[in-house]
């Protein structure tokens, strides 16, 4: 069984001059005749996307928590604490969603707390 998760699709794109100059593409086989195709992706330019420079802002800060939990230089440290927060952070949302949004800050707090330099980070 297949199922389709998209109405993604690719759509041939040629200038007007350049159609003006070669065949038309009808078939698989008339692609053999044309030197250079360019596919545009029609999702890109889909109404439905929406672009503005603030796209992923709402995240630049819960990056940062994670960033300073693991320890600031320490990618392993952030690996880790950023999977250890998805978990938490979802587990919060299931049992009490008031509390999910917030929940990264006070183990953020707790954290620094208890070991400033984070939990990977290392000691000055």
């Keep these: 069984m297949t199922c389709k998760l998209s109405d993604y ?3 041939p794109y040629a200038t007007p001059e350049y159609l003006d100059n070669h065949p038309p593409i009808r078939t698989v086989d008339d692609l053999a005749g ?5 596919y545009v992706d029609d999702l890109v330019f889909s109404p439905q996307q929406f672009m503005s420079p603030l796209m992923g802002s709402n995240l630049i800060i819960t990056v940062f928590a994670v960033v300073v939990i693991g320890g600031m230089g320490s990618i392993i440290g952030s690996i880790v604490t950023g999977l250890s927060l998805g978990v938490i952070e979802g587990i919060a949302r299931v049992f009490y969603p008031e509390l999910s949004a917030t929940v990264v800050f006070i183990l953020m707090a707790l954290v620094l707390l208890v070991r400033p330099s984070g939990l990977f980070g290392k000691e000055n």
């Design 9 to 11: 699709r690719l759509v």
């Design 34 to 38: 044309h030197r250079w195709i360019d």
